[in-house]
């Protein structure tokens, strides 16, 4: 699995689980069967899913971080807290805890956002206001972030 691609609608059920879109799941067949980490995103109010194989990527990172130093603990508590190993029933669905609703202000409509490798699991009226208010500086943004990225044909030129 490279990246992910799409966004997707669905509701959550009294329960609390959400159905994954045949389209999602049909991206991370190679990954299904070893399950996945929720977490709390970092920047947003929304929910991050990540396979198991990315997850450990991300903790390998910060495995690195000098526990001795402050600031990497405090990182690693926030970044971690309420992180939850999660899988799929066997009717696709995929249980958002408690906790982590209430985090995330989940309520009934829910978007699934492709984010490269990781899905955002977000309240849709929450990713709706997000994605609006960001429209306006996105061209600005995009210089900022990409502009300075040079392709083989640029650097041919």
């Not at 389209?23 to 067949?29: A, I, T, V």
């Not at 306006?136 to 640029?154: K, S």
Request: aromatic content about 8%.
């Amino acid at each position: 699995m490279d990246s992910l691609i799409g966004t997707y609608e669905c509701k959550t059920d009294a329960k609390g689980r959400v159905m994954l879109s045949s389209g999602l799941k049909k991206q991370m067949e190679s990954v299904l069967h070893e399950g996945f980490v929720l977490k709390r995103s970092v920047f947003q109010s929304c929910l991050e899913l990540y396979p198991m194989a990315e997850w450990n990527k991300v903790m390998g990172q910060v495995g690195k971080l000098n526990r001795f130093v402050k600031k990497n603990n405090d990182f690693i508590r926030l970044f971690t807290a309420g992180v939850k190993n999660v899988e799929l029933d066997a009717s696709g669905r995929l249980l958002l805890p408690k906790d982590l609703l209430v985090y995330s202000k989940i309520t009934k409509e829910v978007v699934l956002s492709s984010a490269v490798s990781i899905i955002e699991i977000w309240d849709k009226e929450l990713y709706e206001k997000a994605i609006d208010g960001a429209m306006d500086d996105f061209a600005e943004l995009a210089e900022q972030v990409m502009g300075g990225l040079n392709t083989e044909e640029d650097e041919l030129s």
